[in-house]
C-alpha cells in the first residue's frame, strides 16, 4: 500500500541569491594561500670591508627606493645582484631611475680598498644617467641600520 502524495514536501525553493556562508571561508584561505607562497627577495650582502666615517646620515626612505650598488675592489659592479662592468652602469640605472619618477636614491656601498679611480667611473656614469641623489654607505651608517632593528 502506497500513500498518494506521501506527505513530503520539498523544504527548499530555488532562490536568484548567492550563497554567502562559506565566502569569509574562501576570503581566508585565499589569503593564507597567497602569504604562503609570496617571496620576498633580499639583497645579498657580500663580504666587504666598510670604509669607516665620523658622521653619517641615516636613509629615510623605502626599501623598494634604495638601489644598491656593490663595488668591488677589481672593478666589478653588482646592481640588483648582477655583475655588470663599469660602461654598462649607464644603460642599467637610466631606465630603472626614471621609471621611479627621479625618487630613486642610488647607496654606492664599495670595499675600503676600491681604488678611487672606479669610484670616480661609477659617479660619472651616474651623472650620465641623470642621477641626482647619490649616497656613500658606512661602517657607521651599518652600525645604525643593526641596532634600528
Known amino acids: 500500500m502506497s500513500i498518494k502524495g506521501g506527505g513530503f514536501q520539498k523544504s527548499s525553493k530555488p532562490t536568484?541569491?548567492?550563497p554567502t556562508s562559506s565566502l569569509a571561508d574562501?576570503?581566508?584561505l585565499?589569503?593564507?594561500f597567497f602569504m604562503v607562497t609570496t617571496v620576498f627577495q633580499n639583497d645579498r650582502d657580500r663580504p666587504i670591508?666598510?670604509?669607516r666615517a665620523l658622521a653619517a646620515q641615516k636613509i629615510d626612505e623605502k626599501q623598494k627606493n634604495i638601489l644598491n650598488i656593490w663595488m668591488e675592489r677589481d672593478?666589478?659592479?653588482y646592481i640588483n645582484d648582477q655583475a655588470y662592468s663599469m660602461e654598462q652602469v649607464t644603460t642599467v640605472v637610466a631606465p630603472?631611475?626614471?621609471e621611479s619618477e627621479r625618487a630613486l636614491v642610488i647607496s654606492?656601498?664599495?670595499d675600503r680598498e676600491v681604488p678611487y679611480r672606479f669610484i670616480d667611473q661609477v659617479q660619472t656614469a651616474l651623472v650620465s644617467a641623470g642621477?641626482?641623489?647619490v649616497v656613500f654607505a658606512t661602517q657607521l651608517e651599518q652600525t645604525m641600520q643593526r641596532e634600528r632593528r
Request: glycine letters at 8%.
Open 30 to 32: 585565499l589569503l593564507i
Open 131 to 133: 642621477v641626482v641623489r
Open 49 to 51: 670591508e666598510w670604509p
Open 108 to 110: 654606492i656601498r664599495g
Open 26 to 28: 574562501i576570503a581566508f
Open 96 to 98: 630603472l631611475y626614471a
Open 75 to 77: 672593478g666589478v659592479v
Open 16 to 18: 536568484d541569491e548567492v
